[in-house]
């Protein structure tokens, strides 16, 4: 029973860690309030949703996680749910040998990571008495293509007009012209 499980993700990773059963009553609560909220109830006497009843709208959520599941068990190959259970075949990413070694005991961690005390520190930040005073993030979480406003992104517009230059894409061709026809696709030789 958690609060934290409302991805396929979250799913997946407490079934192999050994988990039989997930309740995700939050994610159940929150289905419950969209539900009831007056913009989706618009919605469904305007027929842009589908009308339905909480326990239905509950029930297409279980069906979709479950479907979630599905998707990720096929790409592994694995085809019941029971040899998946516990089978602990990943691979952590980010934790140090501390967490590792009391959570997920077994679990391969080539990299290292948060300790318990990072761990610790980020959950209390996280808490709503904690944050007393109005912290201010500098780009919001958002990826801005400005150098100086935000993060530096491998698949930036420079990097694009790099390849572009690289490979002589004649850039007086669009992509909606009948680019096939033109010697070499529309590339310079």
Same mark, same amino acid.
């Not at 599905?70 to 980010?94: H, N």
């Not at 005390?117 to 007393?132: C, G, L, N, Y």
């Given at each position: 029973?958690?609060? #934290? #499980?409302?991805?396929?993700?979250?799913?997946?990773?407490?079934?192999?860690? &050994?988990?039989?059963?997930?309740?995700?009553?939050?994610?159940?609560?929150?289905?419950?309030?969209?539900?009831?909220?007056?913009?989706?109830?618009?919605?469904?006497?305007?027929?842009?949703?589908? +009308?339905?009843?909480? #326990?239905?709208?509950?029930?297409?959520?279980?069906?979709?996680?479950?479907?979630?599941?599905?998707?990720?068990? @096929?790409?592994? &190959?694995?085809?019941?749910?029971? @040899?998946?259970? &516990?089978?602990?075949?990943?691979?952590?990413?980010?934790?140090?040998?501390?967490?590792?070694?009391?959570?997920?005991?077994?679990?391969? @961690?080539?990299?290292?990571?948060?300790?318990?005390?990072?761990?610790?520190?980020?959950?209390?930040?996280?808490?709503?008495?904690?944050?007393?005073?109005?912290?201010?993030?500098?780009?919001?979480?958002?990826?801005?293509?400005?150098?100086?406003?935000?993060?530096?992104?491998?698949?930036?517009?420079?990097?694009? +007009?790099?390849?572009?230059?690289?490979?002589?894409?004649? +850039? @007086?061709?669009?992509?909606?012209?009948?680019?096939?026809?033109?010697?070499?696709?529309?590339?310079?030789?």
């Amino acid at each position: 029973e958690t609060g #934290a #499980a409302w991805s396929t993700h979250h799913f997946a990773c407490l079934v192999g860690y &050994g988990a039989n059963a997930v309740h995700p009553y939050l994610a159940l609560e929150t289905v419950k309030q969209w539900h009831g909220q007056d913009k989706t109830q618009k919605m469904m006497e305007s027929g842009k949703l589908k +009308k339905t009843s909480v #326990a239905e709208a509950q029930e297409n959520y279980r069906v979709a996680v479950e479907n979630g599941l599905l998707k990720i068990l @096929s790409k592994m &190959g694995i085809s019941l749910l029971t @040899s998946y259970s &516990g089978a602990q075949i990943f691979e952590a990413l980010g934790l140090g040998d501390d967490v590792i070694d009391r959570s997920f005991k077994g679990t391969t @961690s080539r990299i290292g990571g948060l300790s318990l005390q990072d761990i610790a520190s980020e959950t209390i930040m996280m808490r709503p008495e904690s944050v007393k005073e109005k912290m201010k993030l500098v780009n919001y979480g958002y990826y801005k293509p400005v150098p100086k406003l935000g993060e530096y992104h491998v698949n930036s517009s420079d990097l694009a +007009k790099l390849l572009h230059d690289a490979i002589g894409l004649d +850039k @007086s061709v669009s992509a909606a012209t009948t680019r096939d026809e033109l010697e070499n696709d529309g590339v310079k030789p």
